[in-house]
């Protein structure tokens, strides 16, 4: 394993996939916590149909995509879905299929149009050069230096969610707005370089994972994180060992902690004892 290491773009590799991890880990505590799941892969959706605009007319890729997810994440940020019989997924989900659909019409015009829609979806973090970690680092550096400032403003608007008290929200929110946009840059410069299914993998399973390991908001927090550098660690590492594309064995490994957490879960509700109202009586006859 330590072989690893005397090979720079595995190294690079590694950096990617911390950097990714860490800061996408903790975005996904309030997009699950939320229940906005999908709004990563119709973010990360929408930046790679400002991706196939750009290619299709001809323009420079990154000013476009992020033009592309800025207006997505602002649009996004209005959608406050009050009536029961709907959720915000439902809502999220069709734009997703919409800028899918898009990104795989332009994409097909395109000299190299399957190769495209691949990196698109998995990315190339053997690739990366160190220019990009840098220009990721500084711009993630700064979204979670805004989180780590006013936390407590994002997870007061994550726990109104929670809780469906959203009635008196009002149509334009700044924090919602600031949240979304946060969300909206770092999947802007995730995609590029991890694809689109990788960056929600390390969204949406680490904090889903570290919710059934633990019950405290910052415990979650820390679990989530620990858990996307594991996964993006030993994905790398499956991949290089295995001879198979990086995307697919990061995913592929975050899916296999989440499944060992499951069962270490069920394993604990197994093992707790059940106890039914006759036995219940009894002891309450026997405390006294």
Do not use: C
């Amino acid at each position: 394993m330590s072989e690893m290491f005397s090979h720079s773009f595995v190294v690079n590799a590694l950096t990617v996939s911390a950097i990714l991890g860490l800061l996408l880990s903790y975005l996904g505590v309030h997009v699950v916590g939320r229940g906005i799941v999908f709004v990563d892969l119709a973010l990360g959706q929408i930046s790679m149909l400002g991706v196939a605009f750009a290619n299709f007319i001809g323009r420079e890729q990154t000013v476009i995509s992020i033009i592309f997810t800025m207006v997505g994440a602002f649009l996004m940020s209005f959608i406050k879905v009050k009536d029961k019989r709907l959720k915000h997924e439902a809502i999220i989900g069709i734009v997703y299929a919409v800028a899918s659909a898009g990104t795989v019409l332009l994409i097909s015009k395109s000299p190299h149009g399957e190769s495209d829609i691949s990196e698109v979806l998995f990315g190339s973090v053997f690739t990366v050069t160190t220019a990009q970690i840098t220009s990721l680092a500084a711009v993630f550096g700064i979204i979670g230096v805004i989180h780590i400032i006013f936390r407590k403003k994002f997870f007061a608007l994550t726990e109104q969610f929670e809780n469906r008290q959203i009635e008196h929200m009002r149509i334009f929110d700044l924090w919602n707005f600031l949240f979304y946009l946060t969300v909206g840059l770092s999947i802007v410069f995730a995609v590029r370089l991890a694809g689109v299914i990788p960056v929600f993998s390390y969204l949406i399973v680490p904090p889903v994972a570290a919710i059934l390991l633990s019950r405290s908001t910052k415990a979650v927090v820390w679990t989530s994180m620990i858990i996307s550098v594991l996964g993006g660690f030993f994905g790398i590492y499956f991949s290089l060992h295995f001879d198979f594309p990086a995307g697919s064995s990061v995913v592929t490994i975050l899916g296999a902690i989440f499944v060992l957490v499951a069962l270490i879960k069920f394993a604990r509700f197994k093992s707790v004892p059940v106890v039914n109202d006759n036995q219940a009586e009894e002891h309450s006859h026997v405390t006294e």
